[in-house]
Structure formats: C-alpha cells, structure tokens
C-alpha cells in the first residue's frame, strides 16, 4: 500500500512560523495566533484577512504576497517547525508495512528534503514529491507512483482531499493543518482525524 502525506500541518507543526511571518511583514498587526488561526481554519485567506482587517489595497496585498513567498521557505523560518509529537515513531512503524510518499507545495526541494533529513526521517520515505509551485499535486503522484484503490492520501487541506479522489484513493483529513473539521467535512474525506497518529489502522493492515 502507498501513503501519501502532506508535510506542512500534516506531519510538521508549520503554525508559528506563518504566524510570526504574518506579523514580522504586517507590522500593524495586533492579531494574536489564536485570532490568525482561527482565519485561516475557517478558510478565509491572507488577502481578505488584509483588505478587511487591515485595509490593504490589491496593490499592497500583492507586495505581502511576494515578500511571504521570498521569506517563507528561509532558514531562520523554517527552524520554527516541529514534528508533531508521536509522528516519527508512527512513520517508522508504517514504513515497516507500507510505501509512504511526503508530498508537498513548497518551492524548493532541495530545502524540503535537507528539513525532512534533519527531523530524523532519511530513509522513511520512498519518494519525497515538491511541486515547487509549479506543478500539481496530482500530476506528481499520478506520473511517479503505480496506485491501487487502497493508497491513501492524508493531509490537512481540501487540496489535499481533492487531490485524492482524483487519483481514486482513499483520503483522510488531520485537525493539525489549515482547516477547521468543520470546513473539512465539506470535501467528503473517508476519515477525519484530530492527527495522523489516530490513523494507527493503517499500520495493521
């Protein structure tokens, strides 16, 4: 069987570096990471965040959005992440039964893959797919990997739902990323999860 997992919200804590970053670049902010998050789990995006909150014009969001973009993926950012707690032990006891895949948007691979190796997951993975924002999510797993009807993708985004039933396998949700469960249910997973360790059935099968 072949699993693929989301990186950021999924098997990464990801949540204090967008925060921070959201500060650092809007520096009249006075949203606390409660406030922020809530926002963004109940889906409404940076740019309406900035318009309605801030009063961004469309010329101001698009500098935000260009300064996220250069710094997101920066060292200094990046060293904010954490593992979900329990989530190491858990992969290296599903890569005993299964193939599993991190699949992700970021832009660069080179950084993508130095972060996995440091959290301590060299050799968990059979294949580690970045878009690098400029390809699909479903155009890398549907042209690297044979799939069957029992893979399974698990994130924490409707992208990543949407993403599954589009390659016809089944897809499990995690309350760990961007959504809220609320706004997940929309995109009619086959299992929503407060994490991916509650996917424990996958190891038995």
Do not use: C
Request: charged residues 30%; hydrophobic residues 40%.
């Amino acid at each position: 069987m072949n699993i693929f997992f989301d990186l950021d919200g999924t098997l990464l804590d990801s949540r204090k570096r967008l925060y921070y970053l959201f500060q650092q670049l809007v520096p009249e902010s006075t949203l606390s990471y409660d406030d922020y998050w809530n926002f963004k789990r109940n889906k409404i995006g940076h740019k309406e965040i900035l318009n309605t909150q801030f009063g961004y014009s469309n010329e101001m969001f698009l500098f935000f959005e260009k300064e996220w973009m250069k710094k997101i993926e920066l060292p200094e950012w990046l060293d904010m992440d954490k593992p979900f707690e329990g989530v190491t032990n858990y992969l290296i006891e599903l890569k005993n039964k299964h193939s599993l895949y991190v699949v992700t948007a970021r832009q660069f691979e080179h950084i993508a893959i130095q972060q996995i190796n440091d959290n301590g997951w060299a050799g968990i993975f059979e294949g580690i797919l970045v878009t690098s924002q400029k390809k699909e999510k479903y155009d890398l797993i549907h042209s690297s990997v044979k799939l069957s009807n029992e893979d399974w993708m698990v994130g924490d985004t409707g992208k990543d739902i949407e993403t599954g039933k589009r390659l016809e396998i089944k897809t499990a949700a995690v309350l760990t990323g961007f959504l809220s469960k609320e706004k997940l249910i929309e995109y009619h997973p086959d299992e929503i999860v407060n994490s991916v360790l509650e996917l424990d059935f996958l190891i038995k099968k």
